[in-house]
């Protein structure tokens, strides 16, 4: 594919290298030279200078027989303008990064479209809804919901508590409500065979039902985590007042702030519930006065990722049984994880896996990223003649990398095995390392 990327920043960067590294034919256009740097002799795509709002500069990066415009800069009003352009030039397809809320709003889609945006990403509101879930289930590491919440995916720090360690998968799946599609074991991620084991600190994801969540919760030793029902945020970001909007309405909220006018301006921005305290929360003294040892969850929004995670390790020694990051550098993600911090959010993979979508030209459901692994969970719609419903799984010769979790059908949630045939009308859920995902197509293709 064709993609164009404006804006070398963070979130443009990330994609660009990741694309680049799929054999995609990308253009990676800023301003600025610094930002660029020595992107072009380090990764397979062009960097060009220049601006994404002067029609000269996009026909120049070839925006014009793009399958995909992606504008990612930080100006919201750049990113709309430059993708109109796209659109106007010939570009099939068009993603641009916004920082207004309102836009979201479903009355708002068909003018966007009539524009020719096709899509809106809100970073920030990807990982409010990260946080938010993370909240709600203190137990998990991440969580993802498919059909309607018919299928669930789950990520769990296990223990040396948990009854399933140390048994082969042979002998640990059979006959039981859930799927193991993959184990992170420190910087490895393993997609699991039968004479494979769970060892004590692996992140194990687990494919299942709703009904069945408690179920993995017990044999994961999960039962001593009770509900949050007090939470501090470090930092008052756009982030944190989305979290904050939905956060069940019976769990407390304090945020604190450092800086003074935004405290001002949190106290318009979120309900009565939440109290706004303007101070450093890395201050030891100011948390034990609001009470940090008596408090269920810790989630820390700074913009530094170091300041996050040093934040998260003194809340847990504090008391805190739930503590969430949010961390930009993506080379930290493992450390973090080592370090044991608690959930891991990152606003760049979050914007990939909503981009990965929209590359891929099957009709992909939605497709959401791991945190603590280079991987992703795509859901698949299937057609008659599709060749995934010609044979059984164990031989459809999936690439390495990928593994089907389950199946949505008539609307119900199933459990698959080496036997199960993929049926036309299902919804497959197939669990994958990054850079496996455009290899799937060919399985949902007559």
């Known amino acids: 594919?064709?993609?164009?990327?404006?804006?070398?920043?963070?979130?443009?960067?990330?994609?660009?290298?990741?694309?680049?590294?799929?054999?995609?034919?990308?253009?990676?256009?800023?301003?600025?030279?610094?930002?660029?740097?020595?992107?072009?002799?380090?990764?397979?795509?062009?960097?060009?200078?220049?601006?994404?709002?002067?029609?000269?500069?996009?026909?120049?990066?070839?925006?014009?027989?793009?399958?995909?415009?992606?504008?990612?800069?930080?100006?919201?009003?750049?990113?709309?303008?430059?993708?109109?352009?796209?659109?106007?030039?010939?570009?099939?397809?068009?993603?641009?990064?916004?920082?207004?809320?309102?836009?979201?709003?479903?009355?708002?889609?068909?003018?966007f479209r009539s524009l020719g945006i096709n899509s809106l990403i809100y970073p920030e509101k990807l990982a409010a809804e990260e946080i938010a879930t993370s909240i709600k289930y203190c137990w998990m590491r991440q969580m993802l919901e498919f059909g309607n919440g018919e299928l669930v995916m789950?990520?769990?720090?296990?223990?040396?508590?948990?009854?399933?360690?140390?048994?082969?998968?042979?002998?640990?799946?059979?006959?039981?409500?859930?799927?193991?599609?993959a184990i992170q074991r420190g910087d490895e991620t393993i997609i699991p065979r039968g004479n494979d084991v769970i060892e004590v600190d692996d992140l194990v994801c687990f494919m299942t039902t709703k009904s069945h969540i408690s179920y993995i919760r017990d044999i994961c030793g999960k039962e001593q985590y009770s509900e949050v029902k007090s939470v501090i945020m470090m930092g008052g970001s756009r982030i944190a007042v989305r979290t904050a909007e939905l956060?069940?309405?019976?769990?407390?909220?304090?945020?604190?702030?450092?800086?003074y006018a935004?405290?001002?301006?949190?106290?318009?921005?979120?309900?009565?519930?939440?109290?706004?305290?303007?101070?450093?929360?890395?201050?030891?003294?100011?948390?034990?006065?609001?009470?940090?040892?008596?408090?269920?969850?810790?989630?820390?929004?700074?913009?530094?990722?170091?300041?996050n995670i040093l934040a998260c390790l003194a809340a847990k020694r504090s008391g805190v049984y739930r503590t969430v990051a949010e961390i930009e550098n993506i080379d930290y993600i493992s450390m973090a994880e080592e370090m044991d911090i608690g959930s891991v959010i990152n606003k760049k993979?979050?914007?990939a896996s909503n981009i990965f979508q929209?590359?891929?030209?099957?009709?992909?459901?939605?497709?959401?990223?791991?945190?603590?692994?280079?991987?992703?969970?795509a859901e698949f719609p299937v057609d008659e003649g599709m060749s995934i419903t010609k044979r059984p799984v164990k031989d459809l010769g999936l690439p390495v990398g990928a593994n089907i979790g389950g199946v949505i059908r008539d609307g119900k949630g199933i459990n698959v095995s080496g036997n199960s045939m993929i049926e036309p009308g299902d919804h497959v859920i197939i669990f994958c390392l990054e850079n496996v995902l455009k290899k799937l197509e060919k399985f949902f293709k007559r």
């Open 154 to 181: 789950i990520g769990v720090k296990v223990r040396g508590n948990s009854s399933i360690i140390n048994i082969p998968f042979r002998d640990l799946q059979r006959d039981m409500p859930y799927h193991i599609v």
């Open 1 to 111: 594919m064709k993609i164009v990327i404006a804006g070398a920043g963070a979130v443009g960067t990330h994609l660009a290298k990741m694309l680049s590294a799929e054999s995609h034919d990308v253009v990676l256009l800023d301003e600025s030279e610094e930002r660029l740097g020595k992107l072009e002799s380090l990764f397979d795509l062009k960097a060009m200078i220049g601006s994404p709002t002067r029609i000269g500069n996009l026909k120049t990066a070839g925006t014009g027989d793009a399958d995909l415009f992606v504008a990612v800069t930080p100006d919201e009003s750049t990113n709309i303008n430059s993708c109109i352009l796209a659109h106007y030039l010939g570009a099939k397809k068009t993603i641009a990064r916004i920082d207004n809320y309102e836009y979201l709003q479903p009355k708002h889609k068909e003018f």
């Open 349 to 351: 993979k979050l914007a």
């Open 358 to 377: 929209m590359m891929l030209n099957t009709d992909v459901s939605s497709v959401r990223c791991l945190m603590f692994t280079e991987a992703v969970v």
């Open 247 to 259: 956060i069940p309405s019976d769990i407390s909220i304090k945020i604190i702030e450092s800086d």
């Open 262 to 307: 935004r405290c001002n301006k949190l106290i318009e921005l979120v309900d009565d519930r939440v109290m706004i305290i303007n101070g450093d929360a890395r201050d030891p003294e100011l948390l034990r006065s609001e009470g940090i040892d008596r408090t269920d969850a810790f989630i820390a929004l700074s913009d530094n990722s170091e300041t």
